[in-house]
Nanobody
Framework: QVQLVESGGGSVQTGGSLRLSCAVS??????????LGWFRQAPGKGREGVAG??????????ADSVKGRFTISRDGDKRIKTLYLQMNNLEPEDTAVYYC???????????????WGEGTQVAVSS
């Protein structure tokens, strides 16, 4: 059974940094072969794509609102495989629940991703 568990969320002030992790267990092959993504959902808003990484390569894509501040990466060669989201220069508008997703196309649309985590809360105060 494939499971995704996020961690690393918390409360920071404007300009601070956080590193989110997503531990992927139960998947039989390296994360290199999966399209992976990070999404977020703020109160009263829909789920939006933040960052994605394509399968079988290192092509990445970011929402315009986070370009230059967020970096997606993966460590897929260990028994516990991990997806990361490094978030720098955080802004209050980044406040949301962040979700990781796997087995998609590595783009920013939620549809098509098969596996999802439960989410981790990020709160940025001004």
């Amino acid at each position: 059974q494939v499971q995704l568990v996020e961690s690393g969320g918390g409360s920071v002030q404007t300009g601070g940094s956080l590193r989110l992790s997503c531990a992927v267990s139960g998947y039989p092959v390296s994360l290199y072969y999966l399209g992976l993504g990070w999404f977020r959902q703020a109160p009263g808003k829909g789920r939006e794509g933040v960052a994605g990484i394509a399968p079988r390569g290192n092509d990445t894509i970011y929402a315009d609102s986070v370009k230059g501040r967020f970096t997606i990466s993966r460590d897929g060669d260990k028994r516990i495989k991990t997806l990361y989201l490094q978030m720098n220069n955080l802004e209050p508008e980044d406040t949301a629940v962040y979700y990781c997703a796997a087995a998609g196309n590595g783009k920013l649309q939620p549809a098509g991703y098969v596996y999802w985590g439960e989410g981790t809360q990020v709160a940025v105060s001004s």
